[in-house]
């Protein structure tokens, strides 16, 4: 009876983990493996690390920091799979809470890079005049753009051929395309 009164009942912490170095590279993969997992080459994936490194990169003394490719990993594989948190940082040895602010940081970072690659009407009157438009030949007001996807048949490549399959057994690729009201 004693004993039950002196036992220590505040919960023990867990011991801290730390990763060690980077656990795998991007140069383990094959491309097919690379483009299964993150739907993109691995030229791609370089672009897109390049693109957004400067505003995902760590401003930190502490050497644990994830590196900007290990974040656009992390953001790719949340893309492409829409996987759980928990799964993505089991996979990558992260935490949940480290897999949420990769995801993010890169999302952020890439939504700021969209004037470089999407482009809008500039002024008021183009804006104007492209909503009249959309307005008399479809009677939708206040539109300036349309936004659709189709699939575009193809011959069946000799590599990776089930990759173009589609779900109506054909192979194509997906396009996915965004104009004016002068289909531009």
Not at 69 to 75: C, E, F, M
Not at 122 to 139: R, V
Request: aromatic fraction near 10%; charged fraction near 25%; hydrophobic fraction near 35%.
């Amino acid at each position: 009876m004693a004993n039950l009164l002196f036992c220590d009942l505040r919960r023990r912490q867990r011991a801290r983990k730390f990763r060690t170095g980077t656990q795998f590279e991007i140069n383990d993969f094959t491309d097919e493996e690379l483009r299964a997992r993150y739907r993109f080459k691995r030229e791609s994936i370089l672009f897109i690390t390049n693109l957004v490194a400067g505003d995902i990169t760590r401003n930190t003394r502490r050497n644990h920091a994830l590196s900007p490719l290990h974040q656009v990993l992390i953001a790719l594989r949340f893309y492409a799979s829409g996987g759980f948190l928990q799964v993505i940082g089991d996979t990558f040895g992260v935490d949940k809470s480290t897999v949420s602010r990769a995801i993010t940081d890169v999302s952020r970072a890439l939504a700021a890079k969209q004037p470089r690659f999407i482009k809008w009407p500039l002024t008021h009157d183009e804006c104007a005049k492209i909503k009249n438009e959309f307005y008399i030949h479809g009677g939708f007001p206040g539109v300036i753009g349309c936004v659709d996807g189709t699939h575009v048949r193809l011959q069946a490549p000799t590599q990776n051929e089930n990759n173009y399959v589609n779900r109506k057994s054909f192979h194509s690729i997906n396009v996915q395309a965004v104009c004016n009201h002068e289909g531009e």
